[in-house]
């Protein structure tokens, strides 16, 4: 009996011993957890880590300090958790930033809004590298306050690099840019150009249109 214990304990361990073997960590890191408004809602951020930068490739970017790789809506009445992304490769802004002077994240108000939250998140690998990083172009997402209904509200290829929510909560301004000279990269040689997100209850009914300058 005791000779057979002894077996199981090993074999229980084995995935263990085979992660030490191969210099991998196993561990989960998650960020500080943000109750939406005063609800029962919970956002549970999981950070990238350096265990999980494999997931992303290796691309001609790197992976922004702090990202999240999903955000998890707990109900603290229901008690049940769902995904944001739903696994998705994703590389999420934080959604209270810490700023400093070498941060190349857009600068955003706050993420939580009278009906919704907004999110800045990358999940196209753009530049077909193989890799998601900060290379990638940024979206801007949008879900209900529960986690429900999540979509992408700026058009494919348009990268974000600031929006600002107008004073009446009904409209976004988003500033960003297109790939104009087709090189597959964000910067030189491209124009800046502005989007309005016209929101709505109904995200089905949210509208995004360029304004012309």
């Known amino acids: 009996m005791k000779q057979v214990l002894i077996t199981m304990a090993v074999i229980a361990a084995f995935p263990l011993l085979a992660a030490a073997q191969d210099g991998k960590k196993i561990e989960t890191n ?21 265990d999980t930068k494999d997931d992303y490739g290796k691309g001609k970017g790197f992976l922004p300090w702090g990202n999240y790789s ?3 809506f707990y109900n603290a009445k229901t008690r049940q958790t769902k995904k944001l992304f739903n696994g998705q490769r994703t590389l999420i802004v934080p959604l209270q930033p810490r700023r400093s002077y070498y ?4 600068e955003a108000p706050s993420p939580i809004l009278p009906h919704h939250i907004i999110y ?94």
């Open 70 to 72: 999903e955000i998890y």
């Open 103 to 106: 941060d190349r994240e857009p």
């Open 120 to 213: 800045l998140a990358r999940t196209d690998d753009y530049n077909s590298d193989g890799g998601l990083d900060s290379a990638d172009p940024l979206y801007l997402f949008i879900s209900s306050k529960t986690g429900e209904g999540l979509r992408s509200i700026t058009p494919k290829g348009f990268h974000v690099i600031s929006w600002t929510l107008s004073h009446d909560k009904k409209m976004i301004l988003v500033k960003g840019m297109h790939d104009k000279n087709g090189n597959k990269k964000f910067g030189n040689g491209d124009d800046e150009s502005y989007y309005r997100i016209d929101l709505d209850e109904d995200i089905s009914k949210i509208q995004c249109l360029p304004v012309n300058l």
């Open 30 to 50: 998650y960020s500080v957890p943000i109750q939406v408004d005063s609800s029962e809602y919970f956002m549970i951020p999981k950070l990238v880590g350096d």
